[in-house]
């Protein structure tokens, strides 16, 4: 059992910049695989990015490739995403889940945190 918390989001322009982060409960925390994801209006959850249990693999959607970066501080039971050079389609609400397998699917993951609002403006 892990509870997750997101925090960071808010409004930015284009090209601005943002860092989320998610704080887990538990002494457990490194013992998951962490992911983000995000939801636009109208649309389906959607991968964002993935993180193994030390930290040493990450593996990203090829819309943020290049632009977001998936960090952990497990001596912090925290989990960052970077997001760099924002467009509008980013805007979403955006969602850190913990998984005992790594994994691109919502279905994968066992627990999410409740969504924190990313908005970039044009």
């Known amino acids: 059992q892990v509870q997750l918390v997101e925090s960071g989001g808010g409004l930015v322009q284009a090209g601005g910049s943002l860092r989320l982060s998610c704080a887990a409960s538990?002494?457990?925390?490194?013992?998951?695989?962490m992911g983000w994801f995000r939801q636009a209006p109208g649309k389906e959850r959607e991968f964002v990015a993935t993180?193994?249990?030390?930290?040493?693999?990450?593996y990203y959607a090829d819309s943020v490739k290049g632009r977001f970066t998936i960090s952990r501080d497990n001596a912090k039971n925290t989990v960052y995403l970077q997001m760099n050079s924002l467009k509008p389609e980013d805007t979403a609400v955006y969602y850190c889940?913990?998984?005992?397998?790594?994994?691109?699917?919502?279905?994968?993951?066992?627990?999410w945190g409740q969504g924190t609002q990313v908005t970039v403006s044009s």
């Open positions: 889940a913990a998984a005992s397998i790594m994994g691109t699917r919502d279905n994968d993951y066992d627990f």
């Open positions: 538990g002494r457990t925390f490194s013992s998951y695989y």
């Open positions: 993180i193994s249990k030390s930290g040493d693999y990450t």
